[in-house]
């Protein structure tokens, strides 16, 4: 018999769900709070409240068994008396709340109901609302006692309502699967190591684990990775995949694999995440039905819309998602999220699994479905986590809501004055320095807290006022800054420093592993693959997989002789560029004598001025990466790079051009990387440090050492992207001869000669 799994808010808010978008603001819901809630309601019930409840059920209805789970807030049980209680927070007045103030919180607590009545055999139960009000700490209790017959044929109305499009669901995973289980690998063959890599990851999905890959440029890492993901949904491993990237560059690797499979009769729903600035089609990102016509009743015609395309297209790309959104009127941003669920593979940034703030909790706090992570380029998750995690408050930015508000709008602006005299004074305890603590005070939090429950109350009562948008930039800041601080623990630090006028109180999180790791519990396997993931103790600890993972290495299926790796031990130490700034610009100027398009990589802005500065050119085109760069002058930057052209590029190593771009052939043919790319020095770095060398004794390798030899690896495997390929890297630097550095680089740059003379140079 046919089944169809969903989440009890994916079936009402499907079914139930109307009206308009209103995301002017969003009230602030902490899991601190949630805790305080349940902690209040577990006194007053005793030990017979039991909190988040795990329920589930499966009714056969019209020859389709609908499997429904999901979490009751609470359930009270003493006897045969048994309620459940659903739980929502609110910045409403109590009074103004009745019995059909909100029809969705009713559904989604008689689906529990239900479910509790046919697990128990009950032939009533009772269902309470209870609203909690942040601001005074009241609480409301809506209460009602229901049948199992009536609770019976509202569950069965709502399946009704959904009938059929699980009809089309079913028929199209039917056909999907069947497609899936002939579908034979798009090429001929395999290329070296892109079997064995498809195999561990197609075995680490059936075994439920982490799985990191390290594969050389030229293994075919985005195949090797999907192909056999695909197949794992065929065998009813998975449900769905998440194929989760840092640049728009690898969404189109994703994208260009799937098209390649569909070309050889997959059929498959796909759908790339856009960022809501790129798909919006109003005049101004406005997410509101005052100022957007999309916004304005977009969830009394979404359904149409999901229905329409899920019916006439497979490939839900931003095009598609826009024609669309703007065939049926809805907000393409929200749309697109909703054709998500309904997707089998979704091509996203890591935001949409990891950004505390931006991840997709339609799937990951209210999903069934049992899915991969497959992370490419994991090498850059690590800072981008400690980002994601990271918060801070400025005095400039609670200056800006001081200095947007009326003079009668005192409720905020006293506790914004008193925020900034809280954050002075931290800073005062630095004695003219940053001061710097392990503990997050809660003097700070609280009043953060104030401050937005006053704000919320402004935003929804004056949403014509003036200087709305602005006030409302400092109530995200403050918000992002709250939700932040819930995580805050031993691998986390607190910094307040100045920078000109301005004091920052910063939330820097250290090491993302605890978080990282209860992350990848959502899905039932995590494929962390790139060609930089040494040592993979480091990347396997700080991306969360803890000690249990596999772990593979494939070497390029290149011909080795294709690349020559070169060092030129010369000191590139800050205390001696100076004298050698001359010496590495005649280094450089040797090297790229030949004819031919070369790249040099240096470890700042300011380095690479130095030596541009005394590098004399000789019939080369120059091009120079400045530091305000747009990604249209990125492509403009990468479209010079010809097979018949010459060109001397000076870029920063780590940056834009270090990784993710394919030159291939003649396109470049030789990379010079000045130093080993240890990040600069910094108080941020140096707490990484400090917090390493008490956890692991690697304090300087962690901060510095690891990271930097990856982006020496990453911008030395910009030479060989293709079989015929071939090039050469020089690396400038004396540390190169000695470990840990030594031993760090990619294996395939095993035979690496020293070019201790501008003749070496010439001659490699």
Known sequence: MDKIKLSVGSLINFVMRSGDIDNSFRQNKRAEEGRKIHQKLQKEYGDYYISEVFLKNETIFDDIIFEVEGRADGIYHKGKEVLIDEIKSTTRNLEELKYNSNPLHWAQAKCYGYFYCVKNNLEKINIQLTYYQVDTDEIKKIYECFDF????????????????????????????????????????NYRPGQREMSVAVYNTIREKKVLLCEAATGIGKTMGTLFPAIKAIGEGELDKI????????????????????????LLFKTVTLTAKEKICINTEVKCNPKDCPFAKGHFDRVNDAIIDLYENEDILHMENIVRYAKKHKVCPMEFQLDMAIYSDLVVCDYNYAFDPIIYLRRFFDDSMERFVFLVDESHNLIDRGRNMYSSEISTDILLQGINNLDDEDFRIKNPLNKLISLIEDFYELGNGKEYISYYLDDEITSQVIIIMRQMEKFLADKKDHPNYDKIMEVYFELSRFLKISDFYSESFATIVYKDEENIIFKIICLDTSKIFKSILNRAKSTIYFSATLSPVEFYGELLGAGDDYYHIRLNSPFNKDNLKVGICPISTRYLDREKNYDLIAQALMTFTKDYGNTMLFFPSYKFLQEVYNRYENIDKEILIQSSNMTEEDRDLFLRKFKHDSNITAFVVLGGVFSEGIDLV????????IVSVGLPGLSIERNLIKNYFDKKEGKGFEYAYIYPGMNKIAQAGGRVIRDKDDSGKVILIDDRFLKNPYNKLMPIQWSRRYILRSFKDIENI
């Open 149 to 188: 017959k009536d609770l019976k044929e509202f569950y069965y109305a709502l399946l009704e309502l959904y009938l059929d499009f699980s009809r089309r669901i079913i028929d199209f995973r039917k056909k999907r699967d069947e497609k899936i289980k002939i579908l034979q690998f798009p090429y001929i």
């Open 242 to 265: 998440f194929y989760l990237t840092a640049r728009s560059t690898t969404k189109e690797s994703a994208n260009k694999a799937v098209y390649k499979l569909m070309d050889r009769g």
């Open 665 to 672: 052939g003649d396109r470049l043919k030789n990379v010079a």
